[in-house]
């Protein structure tokens, strides 16, 4: 179900290049999203529960498509709350099959 969600994903925002890696993050994080050079770096705890994950990557890759507005404001404002309706749309998708 991840890696369908995560290409899913990608195919729904083909001008933005992000990298998903799922990692041993510390038990408090469940991911991240980081701005690198030429593309978005997105880690999720793989410690976490399945659906946590899955929760994880539609917020996180809601911030890659809105970055500069949480750039600007370290905020979840409203640029990052259409993005992230965007992409959740997309995992219901993925779930209803």
């Known amino acids: 179900m991840f ?4 290409d899913a994903l990608k195919r729904a925002n083909p001008t933005i290049s ?5 990692l041993s ?4 994080l469940c991911g991240d999203c980081r701005r ?4 978005f770096l997105i880690r999720i705890n ?3 529960p399945e659906q946590v994950q899955l929760d994880t990557l539609v917020h996180e890759f809601a911030h890659a498509i809105a970055f500069l507005e949480w750039e600007d404001t370290h905020a979840h404002g409203p640029l990052w709350a259409q993005a992230h309706l965007q992409c959740y ?3 219901e998708k993925i779930i209803s099959g």
């Open 3 to 6: 890696e369908a969600l995560r």
């Open 18 to 22: 992000v990298s998903v890696r799922r």
């Open 25 to 28: 993050l510390p038990d408090s």
């Open 36 to 39: 690198k050079p030429d593309h």
């Open 46 to 48: 793989r410690k976490k």
């Open 89 to 91: 749309h997309v995992y």
